[in-house]
């Protein structure tokens, strides 16, 4: 901001001359600050929110004026960002505060969050294979799913089916029909609260062994010719 002030000079009050000159004086200007970007995010979603401040004296510090951040977010005291990853279902209510170098704060609007839950994702990989040495079962394994407390494996042949929940990543269902057409699905299981179950995943088709050919010899006595 510039500034035109006048200088006068006298002598026994006498004014001789006036001059005048020009000069900068630094103004720092309202501090205030803001957040861009929704609140609304899915549990275990990446979050990262910068501050977006203006005026104030270079120095700036950030607190949390009021309310709290869902768990999992973290506020950087030194550049106001806001991160993390939310790990739960929430809906608080958030102020932030900056403070310049000069001490004088600013506050955020109060910013409410909604955190909503993460629905699961089935097993990206199943494996399936007919039971070794038995025409009457199928072997099946599958990779974990992250934040699932278990699974549950489903057997079906078209018509009827068996369900059977675990928390092992391989398993074997026995005692179903020789030579027959079956497929195998598996949906992850979460927490019920921050955490929803995935659906099945796609059945991956398996066929049971044939049952093996017993030889039968027949024995028949030696005639006297």
Known sequence: EFRRVLFRSTYYGVVTSITSTTFTVAMSGELTIAYAGTMTYVVDDNVSLIASRSGGKSGFTYSIASGMLP?????????????????????PSTV?????????????????????????????????SATTNTTHGVDYSFTAVTNATSYVVMLSNGGTF?????????????????????????????????RLDSAYGTPVAVHTNNPAVTPVFTVSPLSET
């Open 96 to 128: 932030i505060r900056v403070t310049d170098a000069n001490g004088q704060t600013a506050l955020s609007t109060s910013y409410t969050w909604h955190i909503t839950p993460l629905t699961l994702s089935a097993p990206a990989t199943v494996t399936t």
């Open 162 to 194: 068996i369900e059977t929940a675990t928390t092992s990543l391989s398993g074997q269902f026995t005692g179903l029909i020789a030579d027959h057409d079956y497929t195998i699905s598996v949906k992850a299981i979460g927490d019920g609260t921050h």
């Open 71 to 91: 768990i999992g977010i973290t506020l950087d005291t030194s550049t106001g960002t806001i991160s993390g990853v939310p790990t739960q279902v929430s809906s």
